[in-house]
């Protein structure tokens, strides 16, 4: 039995960062790969209403590796790495009312304009084996790529499943030549499965979402990342029908090297360890529909082989209100 929580908020926080992904992504070039960790949150493989959705984002993102930390940005080799982006994101998605494989299927699309700044210290290596020395800093306002997505869910009582892939579309916004691109540089796909447990009469839920990401080459450096796996985490508490509270977390490791003769630093295989708060609030929207504000963020407590992220996210999604019950008319005796 499919919980009101559930079909206010499924949409908000299982697509809301996944148009975000490749925030600041260079394949694992700059030390950060296709996938935006955090991306899925509470709730994650629990299905929602049929119909259309409408969510909205803010992403603010820190990353900062110190002058010890040696890291590729396109086909510079630099050390003192700080990144900062501001970025929104428009998510509309469709919920099939028809089963698919027994589950809800759900698809969707995104497009990401944002701001996007990269400060370095100093570059060490540049494009052609030149040696340089000093400070640089680069940044655009721009749009990313365009962003598709499905998910399959399925609900058997208090427990809750997914399959999801992701993906993007080059826009043709990056530029090899520039610091601070908010498009990759290259096609990836995403896909994994993920859990929610989720007990109305206790009001507590826990989800979990892995996958795996595959990227093909950036062309422009002969650059591409390693096969990456990413474990995004959340728990929280139901305080009455309409605030819940807990923790996010993520795990992500990079499997496999960096390959192409653009990968100057090997392998380069990338870890990250996260965990944060979060808060969530449902409200009734216009007719027909139920809102949902979540405000989470996420601090890197290790990282190796990629900067030190920290991540606040806002997100505002409109989904399908559930049905009301019909009253029940009483006998009269």
């Known amino acids: 039995m499919k919980h009101p929580w559930s079909q206010k908020a499924f949409v908000a926080l299982t697509f809301g960062a996944l148009a975000?992904?490749?925030?600041?992504?260079?394949?694992?070039?700059?030390?950060?790969?296709f996938w935006l960790p955090g991306t899925m949150g509470s709730l994650s493989a629990v299905p929602?209403?049929?119909?259309?959705?409408?969510?909205?984002q803010y992403i603010h993102l820190d990353a900062v590796a110190g002058g010890g930390k040696v890291l590729q940005n396109n086909a510079n080799i630099v050390t003192g790495l700080k990144a900062k982006a501001d970025v929104g994101v428009f998510l509309p998605t469709y919920t099939f009312a028809?089963?698919?494989?027994?589950?809800?299927?759900?698809?969707?699309?995104?497009?990401?304009p944002g701001n996007i700044g990269v400060d370095i210290n100093a570059t060490l290596t540049g494009p052609r084996g030149n040696t340089v020395s000093g400070s640089a800093f680069d940044n655009r306002v721009t749009w990313g790529d365009v962003y598709y997505l499905g998910t399959l869910k399925w609900n058997f009582g208090v427990n809750n499943f997914m399959t999801y892939v992701f993906g993007n579309i080059p826009s043709g916004t990056y530029n090899s030549t520039r610091l601070a691109n908010l498009s990759p540089g290259f096609?990836?796909?995403?896909?994994?499965?993920?859990?929610?447990?989720?007990?109305?009469?206790?009001?507590?839920?826990?989800?979990?979402?892995?996958?795996?990401?595959?990227?093909?080459?950036?062309?422009?450096?002969?650059?591409?990342?390693?096969?990456?796996f990413h474990a995004d985490w959340a728990a929280s508490q139901f305080i009455g029908k309409s605030v819940h509270a807990g923790l996010v977390g993520y795990f992500y490791q990079q499997?496999?090297?960096?390959?192409?003769?653009?990968a100057?630093?090997?392998?380069?295989?990338?870890?990250?360890i996260a965990i944060g708060p979060q808060i969530g609030f449902f409200f009734p929207a216009w007719e027909g529909y139920s809102g949902y504000l979540n405000l989470r963020g996420y601090v890197d407590v290790y990282a190796e082989n990629r900067p030190t992220n920290s991540t606040f996210m806002a997100t505002l999604s409109f989904t399908p209100a559930a049905p009301e019950k019909p009253l029940t008319p009483r006998r009269l005796k």
């Open 98 to 112: 028809t089963p698919v494989l027994g589950g809800q299927l759900t698809i969707g699309a995104a497009t990401v």
């Open 264 to 272: 100057r630093l090997g392998d380069n295989k990338g870890t990250a």
């Open 48 to 56: 929602g209403q049929p119909g259309m959705s409408y969510t909205f």
């Open 20 to 33: 975000l992904a490749p925030l600041m992504a260079k394949a694992d070039n700059g030390g950060i790969g």
């Open 187 to 228: 096609v990836g796909v995403d896909t994994g499965g993920g859990y929610t447990y989720l007990n109305p009469k206790t009001g507590q839920e826990f989800s979990v979402v892995a996958g795996l990401s595959f990227s093909g080459s950036n062309t422009a450096l002969d650059y591409r990342n390693g096969i990456d």
């Open 255 to 262: 499997v496999t090297g960096d390959s192409g003769t653009g």
